[in-house]
């Protein structure tokens, strides 16, 4: 049997995502109440991070450790990736040798084919194209606030980038309406609006994105590898910042979400995270719970304690 990988939301049936959301709720009471529960003792997972991170290395390392199993770290400089060795032979040799690889890279191209050629799950940290472990965590934040998140409205403010267009898999999968506010020339791509015609809008006014929705939710303006874009992007992006006056035209049990690291005063004011609809905090945190039912499904699927 071939390894199942998630590479991308669509990766899994709509049940699998809810069924791993809600396994990731039930994870988070066991380490509330220090339950042990290791379904992956003796497991190994590989880390392999082209691009640094807080969030993504803590969560599946902390998440690994907690399950029972190790997580090893291997940067740029700790591996052949890049330096001659073919992706498609470092993934054979790795998956031979470990039980999963979790990989954060720049083109989602290096995931596809390192999946391709391993004989065990390979999961996407971050690509240029997506972030689908955020989505999770997303997801689940909102189901502990508000409950199911089908047939709510979220708006998307400012960067038609991974982030975005992991949201727009999400509408599919989760059953949602997304309204996505952008300056022109900042879209999705095409091919992810393309997937869902019905569910997903793209306006200029943020205001319009953001009246009477249920979740609100915007990223950097500059992530990793644009920063000669900064000054641009800042001049660009201004009106688009999320702040009170803006997430009052929400509705009025609306909950604002960022992925963070945040840089205050730019796509988010200063004191939006002090607000009370905001829980990017509660997000974070969710990472590591989501990521770790996500590796249960993956690495020992149909476990349960006794």
Not at 9 to 29: N, V
Not at 72 to 86: A, C, H, M, N, Y
């Amino acid at each position: 049997m071939s390894a199942r990988h998630f590479l991308s939301l669509m990766d899994c049936t709509p049940e699998e995502l809810i069924s791993i959301i809600r396994r990731g709720i039930e994870l988070k009471d066991l380490r509330q109440r220090s339950v042990l529960f290791e379904p992956l003792k003796n497991r190994v997972l590989g880390m392999i991070f082209e691009k640094s991170s807080t969030r993504t290395r803590l969560s599946f390392e902390a998440g690994m450790i907690q399950l029972g199993g190790q997580a090893i770290f291997l940067s740029p400089r700790d591996t052949q990736l890049g330096r001659g060795e073919s992706i498609g032979d470092c993934a054979i040799v790795m998956s031979r040798m470990l039980d999963a690889v979790m990989i954060r890279t720049y083109a989602h191209q290096t995931l596809t084919e390192f999946a391709a050629n391993s004989r065990v799950p390979v999961i996407n940290g971050l690509s240029d194209d997506l972030h689908p472990c955020q989505l999770l965590a997303d997801m689940q934040t909102f189901l502990e606030h508000r409950g199911a998140i089908q047939g709510k409205t979220v708006a998307w403010i400012g960067d038609g980038n991974n982030m975005c267009h992991s949201y727009i898999e999400a509408a599919i999968q989760f059953d949602f309406q997304l309204r996505i506010a952008c300056p022109e020339g900042f879209e999705p791509d095409s091919r992810f609006l393309a997937m869902a015609p019905d569910r997903v809008s793209v306006v200029r006014d943020p205001r319009e994105a953001v009246r009477g929705a249920h979740l609100v939710s915007t990223d950097v303006w500059t992530s990793m590898g644009q920063e000669e874009e900064t000054a641009r992007r800042l001049k660009l992006f201004k009106p688009y910042q999320v702040n009170r006056e803006l997430l009052d035209l929400a509705a009025d049990d609306a909950l604002f979400m960022h992925c963070l690291p945040a840089h205050r005063g730019e796509e988010i004011s200063h004191d939006i995270l002090d607000d009370p609809r905001a829980v990017a905090w509660d997000q974070a945190e969710n990472r590591l719970h989501a990521q770790k039912a996500l590796l249960e499904f993956l690495v020992a699927p149909g476990y349960r304690p006794e």
